[in-house]
């Protein structure tokens, strides 16, 4: 039996193909590395098996397109989107060029992400630190914070009118609530001995705020605005559907309207990369200021 | 001259859900006098941590209430203690020290910014918080841990680096909570004897939580029994074990003693009365 098995698993090894080997390499279990512990959930590197999935889906979209088995209206081939990323930069789309549309979405992006973060943060840090202020704003942020941005869009175009104010503040309020929300859940999560300890040496109130609890927040305060960056982008899109002239998302909009579907997965394509790019700064961040994270 | 005193103190713990109150702490008499090292003993649940927090000022007192020197001590949030006694009301503050039972380390700084943080708090320059910080890293083994991260070390030097920085801080009253009890045997003995050498050069107070019979022996010249259900102290011995420690600087020789050992018989009995009065309970 045991005889049979060992055979037929060396034949199997003989005849497999080199894709069959690589796939088998690239998928088998490795004993825990020194420095990690057996059983951690998910351990071991991932990072070539996801280089090969996103080449596999390159792969067969490209060869789905050149193959002529869909349609360029309603996937466009990967090559003719890079030549049109090309043309976008150059001669521009809807009355910009790629280049003014991107600085556009990025200015409210990054305009609304500075004025959540300068504001959200301290705010946070109060409200759990402080019962009145608590007081004040928990209702506000709780009434406020389920609510999708689409539905109090037209108050903020009433209100502020259809400028880029009124973008800025829909792309704000979307990204206040997670930071306020993170940031409170950051100072609940300090340890009460810590805060004990440095009164014992003497801190004051002050001192507590802001070098333990402060500090003791920021693993939960950098998750905030990782949430907060993702809230943008999605409330992004709506905001740049109102009388925009410019902007990634009005681009995307006004490409769909127009059945410019290379375009449109432009679009896409950069706002993911964007978004993404954003994503590992955070996590590169996250290694730099809390590497204690999750460590004590 | 400084003087704790806590006078008929309780401290009752509402109710948990679908729970009854639990009393902490009953009519707890104590005066901590300048120079006393006060080991508190006894099985877990019998309120030694609870009074330790009452002289911290980590919470306050259901009945009764706690002076140092000339200040109430009462703890954060402020319940009405219904008592007008003291010039001032003083919460946790840089002349009690507390070392935890499990250290409370601030993962974000470095070993040596842990231990010269009191300092740094009360706006010591730093060349001066350094050189204190590292002289008692040295007595605690730790001189060439300066850079490491917290997270780092192992447990037993987490706590090594916690004593330092409490003594760094110069309080006039150390309290610990059971300070030694994660570390090794031999760690343990050097850091009793350390413990010792700064209680007798400098004359402060400590209040010292243990269960090990052994160690509450060897360190106290007061010794406080407490029982659980209600936490209430039970008895009180007066000791010299550790003078005679100080002398011989030969813990087994003290250990072997035989009115050592008949201390311990005894301290061992009332405990083990308790757990007995518990069972039948």
């Known amino acids: ?296 | 001259m400084n003087r704790l005193q806590i006078h008929d103190v309780s401290v009752v713990y509402p109710a948990a859900q679908g729970g009854a109150p639990v009393t902490a702490l009953s009519d707890v008499n104590l005066t901590i006098n300048q120079g006393d090292l006060v080991v508190a003993l006894g099985a877990s649940g019998c309120g030694k941590t609870t009074l330790l927090n009452l002289i911290a000022g980590f919470i306050s007192p259901s009945e009764g209430y706690l002076t140092l020197g000339d200040s109430t001590i009462e703890g954060y949030p402020r319940v009405t203690v219904g008592l007008d006694i003291g010039d001032e009301v003083t919460g946790p503050g840089a002349d009690r020290g507390v070392v935890f039972q499990k250290h409370a380390l601030l993962p974000w700084l470095n070993v040596v910014e842990n231990t010269e943080f009191g300092l740094k708090l009360q706006g010591v320059d730093k060349e001066k918080r350094r050189a204190r910080a590292a002289d008692f890293l040295k007595l605690v083994g730790l001189e060439d841990f300066h850079t490491h991260k917290t997270y780092q070390l192992s447990g037993g030097m987490q706590q090594r680096v916690g004593i330092a920085r409490a003594l760094t801080n110069d309080p006039q009253m150390l309290l610990l909570d059971e300070p030694l009890g994660a570390l090794d045997a031999l760690t343990r003995e050097s850091l009793q004897e350390l413990l010792l050498d700064v209680w007798n050069e400098t004359n402060k107070m400590m209040f010292f939580i243990t269960h090990s019979v052994d160690e509450a022996l060897l360190l106290a010249t007061r010794l406080i029994v407490m029982s659980p259900r209600p936490g209430r102290i039970t008895h009180e011995f007066e000791l010299d074990f550790n003078r005679r420690f100080l002398e011989c600087r030969d813990a087994r020789k003290v250990k072997a003693d035989p009115e050592f050992i008949a201390m311990k018989e005894k301290v061992l009995e009332i405990i083990h009365g308790d757990e007995g009065a518990t069972a039948h309970d």
């Open chain 1, 1 to 296: 039996m045991t005889d049979s098995a060992s055979n037929s698993a060396s034949t199997s090894k003989k005849n497999s193909t080199p894709l069959a080997r690589f796939l088998a390499r690239l998928l088998k279990q490795k004993a825990a590395p020194s420095g990690s512990f057996y059983g951690e959930p998910g351990a071991g590197d991932s990072r070539l098996i996801a280089v090969v999935t996103v080449v596999c889906i390159i792969a067969v979209w490209t060869f789905v397109t050149e193959a002529g088995l869909i349609k360029p209206l309603f996937l466009p081939s990967p090559l003719d989107v890079i030549a049109r990323i090309g043309d976008l930069f150059q001669d521009g789309f809807s009355g910009a060029t790629l280049t003014q549309h991107m600085a556009a979405s990025l200015g409210r992006i990054f305009g609304s992400f500075f004025l959540a973060c300068i504001t959200g943060i301290p705010l946070g840090i109060a409200i759990g630190c402080n019962r009145v202020v608590r007081g004040i704003f928990d209702p506000v942020i709780e009434f406020y914070r389920p609510l999708p941005p689409l539905a109090y869009l037209p108050l903020v175009i009433i209100w502020m009118g259809i400028d880029e104010s009124s973008k800025i503040m829909l792309i704000y309020l979307a990204m206040l609530s997670p930071i306020v929300i993170s940031t409170r859940a950051g100072v609940s999560s300090v340890r009460i001995e810590q805060i004990q300890v440095a009164y014992s040496m003497g801190a004051n109130s002050w001192q507590v705020v802001s070098q333990i609890i402060t500090r003791g927040a920021l693993p939960d305060i950098l998750t905030g605005m990782r949430i907060a960056i993702g809230f943008g982008w999605t409330t992004l899109v709506a905001a740049e559907m109102v009388a925009a002239e410019r902007g990634i998302g009005f681009m995307v909009l006004n490409a769909s309207e127009f059945l410019v579907t290379d375009v449109v997965i432009a679009g896409i394509l950069i706002i993911g990369i964007i978004a993404f790019g954003f994503d590992m700064l955070m996590r590169f961040l996250e290694e730099k200021f809390v590497p204690w994270k999750g460590k004590n």
